[in-house]
């Protein structure tokens, strides 16, 4: 009862002003006039008594103040009036308002955007239970960073003392056939037994593999997902219990997984889950790395203890296993974070950027608003006169601050949504999901509200203190100039339009870093042709092509298929087809030199191929010969290397007849050097781990994981078809994927530095956009300043040039030192990015030069219009003006 | 006349205690305070109706307009329940700080 009437008497207060304002009015009234008649009473003179009850009432005013502050929320109902005051004077100013508006918009927009993609990515909650717990396990060595070897895992999963749950996945790609229809490719994750209960999500249908599943011999169940439940079987409820065959072989659905558990942030989308049955001789590989790992931390254990114990770990396989391990260890993170950058890094520099385009905004509305203020200082010392106290003075205008930039966090949230429709398509094709859901929910909502409030208290409140500062005397005397403290306020003014313009600077250089680094990389010679290539990826069953003959009868008839299609001159299979790398590496060692020590051998990358190869590929056979159909089982082990490696082996010798051998001294497995070919370049990658490399012939060593690559007269993608059926006709149950040119491979995969570059261009663009007309602002309001000066100057024979001059000098002198500023945070900008992607990015001089003198000319430019506008002022104008 | 200022805190008190006579408007209020203390208590406006308007806000008094005494229109203040309460809280308060007082006077 209390607390109602309490509240009506509040909202009361709100929204029943006028009312209670006057009913407060009448009762003071007669109360004066109580008073007055006692004063007669007493014998005073009217006037007398009117003065004397005046007197005692004290300021009528205040009085009505202080007793409204009793109304309480007054704070609420002072903000709603400044809220429309600000409104209204927005309004009248329509030019400020729109300029400032669309900066925040802007600024606003680009971090809202950057935010919901890492909302997207990062921030989506992992649809696992209790996903702290979580971590994810990673490989690392002196090269690499990444999957692990079998047996590794097996150790670790025995040895740790740390992990409550531990589970080794599998990616390999199948071909599933529903008994009748065509075949096709689907993406397996292959899991071990403890998988589903550790992440503890039940299923939607059916049930999850038990923990015996994961033996061989009981592992041919499956899990579908959701996403391909509906895709393939349009949500049939009825899966549950039927026989699909992967790979030839018969699997039952024992369930289906709910639509949240499809994350494809870990490693890419799954289409299945099949038990991850490893046999004896996998789980004892050391130097193959392939397996995913993911484990659940023991309650107790925090992360730096599980670490540690997987350094000890580490330690102890790199003393066991010197040949494999010697330089290996693991890394923990937390599968929260590890989804797309385990270290984090890039991202906060990517953020970093889109707030130094907020900053920019930040310091463009400041400025605007300082300009702004000047123009209403003798309102402010009115205001003031009349006894308003500063503070609510500072209040009322970080209210005009809140309303602006709540109106550019509108705006800017509508940018965000429409830049998100356009990237999330692109992120889809980068991630090769089939959709990519980027979103402007209510997190990213909050964050655009926070990203408001916090630009409008950044950008208002200098201002705001400053024009409080206001001599009231002065401002009240003189007709509008001079009467803030103009000195220090110009100063400021300056030092914004100086960090405006070198954040821009730095922007600039972070995006032709990229650019221009991304650019040489494309116009490196690679040592083969791209153009005209079509290429497949094949994965045969092992349960129907166990041996390599039978692989080997499988390539040739193929080649032999595809090269009889009109349109292609060449069919060659290889193990991978070097767009962004190989597969496999390995250790080599040259017969007769002293061995290294173990783990020291040189490194080189291999590629396993059918004879035409490199003709295919556009290479060179420099010494020597290519491989021939005689170079099969039971033939001399044969080996091609490129030039780099036949020189470092053999300064001084003919690297023909010569042989090289593995790593393992009790198994050199020695291979005969036949020929020599040039070096091959991938895109993107200016360091490889090796510049070494080999070539097998895939006839001596089989391999059910292959590309075909077809060397194609017209136009490769008209043939895809063709590729198809050629395969088909080899063998109707065998599936193909990625059918797609050389080129698009590699568009694909660069499509992440494709979004990369249109973010990092927009943001510059952007913060070049806004500081020109930061600039332009500053540079047009002083030429307004200062137009009876510069009347008088011409008035007094100054030339035309002069005048110019002297308004651009003043803007170019603000320019040389912004960017003065921008070089050095444009060096540290490379050193930092250099360190993320060594080789595409590092210091560019060029790109520097470049993106100063762009800004340097947007600066001229943003200065050179008012400097025109000052030699036209008329200098009678000016000064009857005064 | 000599002007003695209120103690702090006792102005709710001493309106309280004037209401709890019957419904007054403000200028009763302060006249009645005047007389009761024997002219030696005033109650300046400038303290008198903010704190009219606070024990409103807090429900101890409310308010009607009516007729003053000669036909005028006036906002008559009404002691509530929980101004009844809050009355003898105050009271007994007062008592035990008023004695407290006395016996330090006395004894010290």
Redesign the interface.
């Known amino acids: 009862m209390k607390l109602l009437r309490k509240i009506r008497s509040r909202l009361g207060g709100l929204f029943c002003r006028s009312r209670r304002d006057a009913e407060m009015e009448a009762e003071m009234r007669l109360h004066l006039q109580l008073r007055t008649e006692r004063n007669l009473a007493a014998g005073l003179s009217p006037e007398e008594a009117r003065a004397a009850a005046l007197q005692a009432f004290g300021g009528v005013e205040q009085l009505k103040e202080r007793c409204r502050d009793q109304w309480g929320w007054r704070w609420l109902d002072e903000f709603a009036r400044d809220g429309a005051y600000a409104v209204r004077m927005l309004l009248k100013s329509p030019g400020f308002a729109a300029v400032a508006i669309f900066t925040l918009a802007l600024g606003i927009g680009v971090n809202t955007s950057m935010f919901s993609f890492f909302n997207a990515v990062i921030f989506r909650p992992v649809p696992f239970a209790a996903p702290e717990g979580l971590v994810r396990l990673y490989h690392t060595s002196p090269r690499s960073f990444g999957p692990h070897a079998p047996a590794d895992l097996v150790d670790v999963k025995a040895q740790n003392e740390v992990f409550a749950k531990f589970a080794i996945v599998d990616l390999p790609s199948f071909s599933l056939a529903v008994p009748g229809e065509p075949a096709e490719q689907v993406n397996v994750c292959a899991v071990s037994g403890d998988y589903f209960a550790m992440l503890g999500v039940p299923p939607l249908l059916g049930r999850v593999f038990g923990p015996a599943e994961d033996q061989p011999g009981h592992d041919r169940v499956i899990v579908l997902s959701h996403q391909y439940w509906m895709r393939r079987f349009a949500g049939d409820a009825g899966i549950v219990g039927r026989t699909l065959r992967l790979d030839g072989e018969p699997m039952t659905v024992i369930g289906v997984m709910p639509e949240a558990f499809d994350y494809p942030m870990l490693w890419g989308s799954s289409d299945l889950w099949k038990p991850l049955a490893m046999n004896a001789n996998i789980a004892k590989v050391r130097d193959g790395y392939w397996l995913q790992a993911l484990a659940r931390l023991k309650p107790s254990v925090s992360l730096p203890q599980a670490q540690a114990n997987l350094d000890t770990i580490a330690g102890r396989l790199s003393r066991e296993y010197p040949l494999t391990n010697a330089q290996s260890g693991f890394y923990l993170a937390p599968l929260v974070k590890s989804a797309l950058d385990p270290e984090q890094r890039f991202n906060w520099m990517i953020m970093g950027l889109a707030a130094a385009v907020l900053l920019i905004a930040c310091a463009n509305l400041a400025n605007l608003q300082l300009a702004r203020n000047s123009g209403r200082a003798r309102e402010y010392a009115i205001r003031l006169a009349l006894g308003a106290s500063r503070f609510r003075l500072i209040r009322q205008m970080l209210t005009e601050s809140l309303v602006l930039s709540l109106l550019g966090g509108a705006g800017g949230v509508l940018g965000a949504w429409w830049a998100n429709q356009a990237l999330a398509g692109r992120l889809a094709q980068a991630f090769e999901l089939p959709t990519f859901r980027l979103s402007v929910d209510s997190r990213v909502l909050g964050f655009a509200l926070v990203a408001a409030v916090a630009t409008a208290a950044l950008f208002g409140v200098g201002p705001a203190w400053l024009a409080s500062r206001v001599d009231v005397n002065a401002g009240l005397k003189q007709a509008g100039r001079g009467v803030t403290g103009d000195r220090s306020r110009y100063r400021l003014r300056q030092m914004l339009i100086v960090t405006e313009l070198s954040l821009s600077l730095v922007l600039l250089a972070g995006a032709g870093y990229f650019v221009h680094g991304l650019y040489k990389l494309a116009r490196r010679e690679l040592g083969w042709r791209m153009d005209h290539l079509l290429t497949a990826r094949l994965a045969l069953p092992a349960n129907r092509y166990g041996d390599v003959e039978k692989c080997r009868a499988f390539y040739e008839r193929l080649n032999e298929e595809l090269a009889a299609v009109p349109g292609v001159e060449r069919s060659v299979v290889c193990d991978i087809l070097p767009v962004f790398g190989f597969y496999n590496s390995r250790g080599v060692i040259a017969e007769g030199a002293t061995a290294p020590a173990a783990g020291q051998e040189a490194l080189a990358d291999i590629n396993t191929v059918t004879p035409g190869y490199f003709a295919a590929l556009g290479m060179k056979i420099l010494q020597g010969r290519d491989f021939t159909a005689t170079d099969r089982p039971g033939a001399p082990a044969v080996v091609i290397v490129n030039q780099t490696l036949a020189r470092q082996l053999w300064p001084h010798e003919s690297p023909l007849g010569q042989r090289i051998g593995g790593p393992d001294p009790t198994h050199r497995d020695w291979l005969e050097v036949v020929g020599v070919v040039n070096e091959v370049g991938f895109n993107f990658i200016p360091l490889p781990r090796t510049h070494l490399q080999i070539y097998r012939p895939i006839a001596q060593t089989g391999g059910n994981y292959f590309s075909v690559v077809a060397r194609t007269s017209v136009a490769p993608e008209s043939l895809v078809g063709a590729l198809r059926r050629a395969v088909s006709r080899v063998d109707p149950d065998q599936a193909v994927s990625r059918v797609v040119s050389a080129e698009q491979v590699l568009a694909l995969g660069g499509s992440e530095f494709g979004i990369l570059i249109s973010g990092l261009l927009t943001m510059a663009v952007s913060g070049l956009l806004l500081s020109a007309l930061g600039l332009y602002g500053v540079i047009a309001q002083l030429v307004v300043e200062r137009t009876t000066e510069i009347g008088i100057r011409i008035a007094l024979g100054a030339r035309l040039r002069s005048v110019v001059w002297l308004v651009l000098r003043q803007g170019l002198r603000l320019a040389v030192v912004g960017m003065l500023l921008g070089l050095a945070g444009a060096w540290a900008l490379a050193r930092l990015l250099g360190s993320f992607m060594p080789g595409i990015v590092g210091q560019d001089p060029l790109v520097v030069a470049g993106c100063s003198l762009l800004l340097f000319g947007v600066t001229l430019l943003a200065c050179w219009l008012p400097a025109r506008r000052a030699a036209r002022v008329d200098p009678m104008v000016a000064l009857r003006a005064e | 006349m000599e002007k003695t200022e209120l103690l702090s805190g006792t102005l709710d008190l001493l309106v309280l205690q004037v209401l709890s006579g019957g419904p007054l408007?403000?200028?009763a209020i302060a006249e009645q305070i005047h007389v009761l203390s024997r002219d030696v208590l005033t109650v300046?406006?400038?303290s008198l109706?903010?704190a009219l308007?606070?024990m409103?806000?807090k429900?101890w008094i409310e308010a009607e307009?009516g007729q003053?005494e000669k036909g005028?229109?006036?906002?008559f203040y009404r002691l509530t329940k929980?101004g009844r309460q809050q009355l003898a809280n105050e009271r007994q308060a007062w008592d035990r700080v008023a004695l407290a007082i006395g016996e330090v006077l006395r004894n010290a």
């Open positions: 408007h403000g200028f300046e406006e400038g109706y903010p308007y606070r409103e806000e429900g307009w003053s005028r229109r006036a906002k929980e």
